[in-house]
């Protein structure tokens, strides 16, 4: 029997029209009730909408690069094919330690010696040692500790409470101490 051969009369539902039409002769008898053509159709509403949220869901790859960075938004910054600090050029000193305003997010590449990449892609770039540095400067910020200019976008840093910062620490990031001498007591100055 060919589907031309079944009329809407013969069937009491599409599901049925099949069934007879592919010679199952024994099938359930739900399969006849008009509303078994709803239920299949919701079945394989709720079949794609799973394979798709499949398809689409972060892989466990993505949720360790969400938990390395430590930030909810990061997946959606490193699915594309995330960077390295290695990526990007060393810090131009000649440029930076002239300067007195530095952008939050452009202090944690500073301070490990790298060229700050632009905004909308820092968190790219950031490795657990950049982005953990972000985060206390952050908390510095909110504890007042460090004095800065918040605008809705972004936080700016003085260079003066930046160096009080890195005192505290211990550290001497180049873009902050750039006239210090570094040459050891035969005049010579170390390879970074």
Do not use: C
């Not at 199952?24 to 079949?47: H, K, M, N, R």
């Not at 995330?82 to 930076?96: F, I, M, N, R």
């Amino acid at each position: 029997m060919t589907m031309a051969g079944v009329s809407p009369g013969d069937a009491a539902s599409n599901l049925s029209m099949w069934a007879s039409m592919l010679g199952i002769e024994l099938a359930p008898s739900w399969v006849s009730q008009p509303t078994a053509d709803f239920w299949v159709f919701v079945a394989a509403g709720v079949i794609l909408i799973v394979a798709l949220g499949l398809l689409f869901w972060p892989s466990a790859a993505d949720h360790r690069n969400m938990a390395a960075i430590g930030s909810p938004t990061a997946y959606y910054s490193t699915r594309d094919g995330g960077g390295s600090p290695d990526d990007l050029p060393v810090a131009d000193l000649s440029v930076w330690g002239q300067r007195d305003r530095f952008k939050a997010y452009q202090v944690p590449f500073l301070w490990m010696g790298y060229e700050p990449p632009d905004k909308r892609v820092w968190l790219k770039y950031a490795n657990r040692d950049i982005y953990d540095l972000y985060e206390e400067l952050q908390d510095e910020y909110e504890r007042g500790r460090i004095k800065g200019d918040r605008s809705p976008k972004i936080t700016w840093y003085e260079r003066a409470d930046l160096v009080k910062f890195a005192q505290r620490r211990g550290d001497k990031p180049r873009f902050l101490f750039p006239i210090e001498d570094r040459s050891d007591e035969h005049g010579q100055v170390p390879e970074s």
